[in-house]
C-alpha cells in the first residue's frame, strides 16, 4: 500500500495523542490537558436549543459570529481573526500557505510534537533547537536558522513555562519568516503577546477553546494577525471548515468571561497546591504558567546520555544538568544513560498509576523520560492522585 503514498508521508510518524479511554470508563483522566469544569452555562444553553435547519444548511463559511464576538473580547478588528476546527488546524493553514519542499521550519525543543508532524507532512526542513536546563529561549540559534515558519509555544508544553513578551519581540524583529506563537494554554498565565501581531505583520497568534473554554470536544480555535498575512490562510482553508453548531457554542462561551475567568482562578490554585504537594514527595517540579505540571521523581534520570558522548549544545545541556543542584536535593542529581523502570521511576510510576485508573502524560523521547506532565485536575483528583504517588513511592505498590 504504501506505493500510493508521498515520499516524505511514508518515512513519517504518525502524531501520537494522549490516551483516550472508551466513554463511561471510570478513570482520573490527567494526561491531556483538558479543563476540570464543565463549559460555561451559557454555552451548554445554546447546545441544548440547537436548531434543526442549523443542520440542514451549510454554515456561514468564515465564522463571522464567533470574529465578531472574539474582536469585542480581544479588543482587536475581527477581519485580524482566522477561525479553524481547532488551533491545529489553524496551525496546518500557516504550513500550508507557508512552507513547500526544503524550506526551513525551525522551533525550540521539546515543544508540541505536532510541529513536527505538520513539517514533515510539507517536506520541509525541520531545524530543532534544545531548550537549556532553565528553558531560556535560544533566541540566537532560532534567528540564525532563518526559518520560513519560526514555532513557539508559549507558555509551552510540555515544560509549562512561558516566554517573555520582550524576547518574543526580539525575535519577531529579526525573523524574516512568519513567527507562530501558540498561545493554547494563555488563560492560565500571567501575560500575552497580543500586542505583537499589531507591531509585526510576520507574528501570527494562535489560541483555542479546548483548554481555558472547557470546549475541547468542541474543537475551535483561531488565530489573530495582520489581515494581509491572513490572506494567504483564507486561501488554503477548507470551503466550509466551521460547523454551525461549534461557531454558536464557541461565541457563547468566549462572551462569557466570568465563567471563564472563574474556573481559571481555581485551576490557578489547584496549580499551586499541587506543586506543594509534589514538592513535599521529593518530586522537582518546574514553574508553569499552564494548567498542568512538568515533574521529575526523585532520582529518575534521562537518556538524553552520558555528557561525555555528547557534543555540541547537547553535551552543554547534558553537563549543566549534571551539576545542577535543584532546592529539593543536597547533592547534584545524576545524568545518567539509562533509567530503569524501578520504584520512583518515571515510567514505573505511570504505569503504576495508569493500573490504577490515574492517567498521566509520560513522554518516552530523549530528555523527557525521566519526567512526568501531570494535568491540574479538581483538588478531588488531585488528592486522589498524590495520596496514589505517596503509597507507590513508600511501598513500591
Known amino acids: 500500500m504504501t506505493k500510493y503514498f508521498r515520499a516524505n508521508i511514508h518515512a513519517m510518524a504518525s502524531y501520537i495523542p494522549g490516551e483516550q479511554p472508551q466513554r463511561g470508563t471510570q478513570i482520573i483522566k490527567l494526561n491531556s490537558n483538558e479543563n476540570p469544569y464543565p463549559p460555561s452555562p451559557k454555552a451548554l444553553a445554546v447546545l441544548r436549543n440547537i436548531d434543526g435547519e442549523w443542520l440542514r444548511r451549510y454554515p456561514e463559511p468564515f465564522g ?77 540559534q532560532l534567528v540564525a536558522a532563518n526559518g520560513c515558519v519560526t514555532f513557539i509555544a508559549s507558555p509551552n508544553s510540555p515544560s509549562g513555562h512561558i516566554v517573555p513578551t520582550d524576547e518574543l ?16 494554554y494563555v488563560d492560565f498565565a500571567e501575560e500575552n503577546a497580543l500586542a505583537l501581531v499589531k507591531e509585526y505583520e510576520n507574528v501570527i497568534l494562535i489560541r483555542t477553546l479546548s483548554k481555558g473554554y472547557s470546549l475541547a470536544g468542541l474543537r475551535l480555535g483561531f488565530g489573530v494577525a495582520n489581515p494581509n498575512l491572513l490572506q494567504g490562510l483564507f486561501k488554503v482553508k477548507d ?77 552543554e545541556d547534558a553537563l549543566r544538568a549534571s ?51 501531570i494535568t491540574v485536575g479538581t483538588d478531588e483528583q488531585n488528592q486522589t492522585l498524590v495520596q496514589a504517588l505517596s503509597d507507590l513511592l513508600e511501598t513500591g505498590d
Not at 169 to 184: H, M, N, Y
Not at 248 to 275: F, H, P
Not at 289 to 295: D, G, I, W, Y
Not at 331 to 358: D, F
Open 239 to 315: 470551503s466550509y471548515n466551521i460547523d454551525a453548531i461549534a461557531c454558536a457554542v464557541a461565541t457563547a462561551a468566549i462572551t462569557d468571561q466570568d465563567y471563564k475567568n472563574a474556573c481559571t482562578a481555581k485551576i490557578k490554585a489547584s496549580r499551586a497546591k499541587l506543586a506543594t504537594d509534589l514538592k513535599q514527595l521529593n518530586f522537582r517540579v518546574w514553574d508553569s504558567q499552564t494548567n498542568f505540571l512538568l515533574v521529575q521523581p526523585h532520582g529518575s534520570c534521562s537518556t538524553w546520555g552520558d555528557p561525555k558522548t555528547l557534543t555540541g549544545t547537547l553535551r
Open 323 to 373: 551539576t545542577a543542584v535543584t532546592p529539593l536535593e543536597e547533592t547534584p542529581r545524576p545524568y545518567c544513560l539509562t533509567a530503569l523502570p524501578t520504584q520512583g521511576n518515571a515510567e514505573y510510576l505511570y504505569q503504576k498509576l495508569k493500573e490504577q485508573g490515574i492517567l498521566i502524560r509520560y513522554f518516552k523521547q530523549p530528555g523527557l523520560d525521566d519526567k512526568l506532565r
Open 169 to 184: 519581540r526580539k525575535l519577531a524583529s529579526q525573523l524574516s519568516g512568519v513567527l507562530v506563537i501558540d498561545e493554547a
Open 64 to 140: 463571522g459570529e464567533f470574529r465578531l464576538a472574539a474582536s469585542k473580547v480581544l479588543e482587536i478588528p475581527s477581519d485580524w481573526l482566522i477561525v479553524g476546527n481547532g488551533s491545529d488546524e489553524v496551525l496546518n493553514l500557516v504550513m500550508r500557505a507557508c512552507t513547500e519542499p526544503g524550506r526551513k521550519v525551525v522551533y525550540p525543543m521539546p515543544t508540541y510534537v505536532l510541529y513536527r508532524t505538520l513539517s514533515e507532512m510539507q517536506a520541509a526542513e525541520i531545524v530543532e533547537i534544545p531548550y537549556s536546563e532553565d528553558y531560556r529561549l535560544p533566541l540566537e
